[in-house]
């Protein structure tokens, strides 16, 4: 059975920082990438970051040199720098079977985390 376990949410004060981690189990193949997404209160959901079997990641521009994703073993990470209030929301990981390159819509994955919450706020 496939898993996607995020943790790591919380509430950081502007400027502070956080590590979410996804934990993913039941993928048989190696060529899985994993994506990072995000729902602000009363917005869509957006892509922020993915990663490749290879190593390979992109980011959307609003967090380009604030966030970075990184994977070991079966658990990928984002760290998170700098945190601004329009980061709050909650993120959710999602993984698919595939080959490069990772994609940042939800029409490129499959599988998805329940989500954790991540609240910006001084």
């Known amino acids: 059975q496939l898993q996607l376990v995020e943790s790591g949410g919380g509430l950081v004060q502007p400027g502070g920082s956080l590590s979410l981690s996804c934990a993913t189990s039941?993928?048989?193949?190696?060529?899985?990438?994993i994506g990072w997404f995000r729902q602000a209160p009363g917005k869509e959901r957006e892509g922020l970051s993915c990663?490749?079997?290879?190593?390979d990641a992109r980011y959307v521009d609003s967090v380009k040199g604030r966030f970075t994703i990184a994977k070991a073993e079966n658990t990928v990470y984002l760290q998170m720098n700098d945190l601004k209030p329009e980061d709050t929301g909650i993120y959710s990981c999602a993984a698919e079977e595939a080959q490069n390159p990772c994609g940042l819509f939800e029409h490129d994955y499959d599988y998805w985390g329940q989500g954790t919450q991540v609240t910006v706020s001084s």
């Open positions: 990663i490749n079997s290879n190593g």
């Open positions: 039941g993928f048989t193949s190696h060529l899985v990438v």
